[in-house]
T-cell receptor, first 112, second 116 residues
Framework: GDSVTQMEGPVTLSEEAFLTINCTYTATGYPSLFWYVQYPGEGLQLLLKATKADDKGSNKGFEATYRKETTSFHLEKGSVQVSDSAVYFCALYNTNAGKSTFGDGTTLTVKP | NAGVTQTPKFRVLKTGQSMTLLCAQDMNHEYMYWYRQDPGMGLRLIHYSVGEGTTAKGEVPDGYNVSRLKKQNFLLGLESAAPSQTSVYFC???????????????FGQGTRLTVV
């Protein structure tokens, strides 16, 4: 079946540091790929997505590129802020199966 | 914009009690999902529905039942609650397979359930 593997956390960074959270996947066909963010006490919300190979999703300074050759979708941000502290989930949507598969989540804490 | 609404937000049950969690979405989405979120285990799919009147099992369906009598509602039932079902439950919805470019899920705020 489909699976998503994320870099284990927690990750602690200082403000303005560079962020990378690794994500790799296995899936049949050509899934869409997503990063979701969960702030404390809230549900998940979409951060960015990419629907085909070499697409780059971006939002709020975060970026991720759909790399089919390495089956990866790593999340990056050049300069993190305290407000970026949250749990980040990598996910894929398999159109054949009609459902999403999520990674285990990576907790990011940004200190001032 | 209501989006996905879950009720209740918190609940404490005694072992053996039953309850129903309600999820409602106002986006005319075809697909709806129930997940549970446990520390260190991410999100696990319990059941899902690809349309009104249909349901299917996810990864961890045992001990739960669901119904999708109306397109906008997806109910999750626990017939006899157990401490292992202590978790945070999230409902989500999405447009569905017909629109593969818009397959992101929209989540509710979650229901924190404790079974004692």
């Amino acid at each position: 079946g489909d699976s998503v593997t994320q870099m284990e956390g927690p990750v602690t960074l200082s403000e303005e540091a560079f962020l990378t959270i690794n994500c790799t996947y296995t899936a049949t066909g050509y899934p869409s790929l997503f990063w979701y963010v969960q702030y404390p006490g809230e549900g998940l919300q979409l951060l960015l997505k990419a629907t085909k190979a070499d697409d780059k999703g971006s939002n709020k300074g975060f970026e991720a590129t759909y790399r089919k050759e390495t089956t990866s979708f790593h999340l990056e941000k050049g300069s993190v802020q305290v407000s970026d502290s949250a749990v980040y989930f990598c996910a894929l949507y398999n159109t054949n199966a009609g459902k999403s598969t999520f990674g285990d989540g990576t907790t990011l804490t940004v200190k001032p | 914009n209501a989006g996905v609404t879950q009720t209740p937000k918190f609940r404490v049950l005694k072992t053996g009690q039953s309850m129903t969690l309600l999820c409602a979405q106002d986006m005319n989405h075809e697909y709806m999902y129930w997940y549970r979120q446990d520390p260190g285990m991410g999100l696990r799919l319990i059941h899902y529905s690809v349309g009104e009147g249909t349901t299917a099992k996810g990864e961890v369906p045992d001990g739960y039942n669901v119904s999708r009598l109306k397109k906008q509602n997806f109910l999750l039932g626990l017939e006899s609650a157990a401490p292992s079902q202590t978790s945070v439950y999230f409902c989500a919805s999405s447009y569905g397979q017909s629109d593969h470019l818009n397959t992101e899920a929209f989540f509710g705020q979650g229901t924190r359930l404790t079974v004692v």
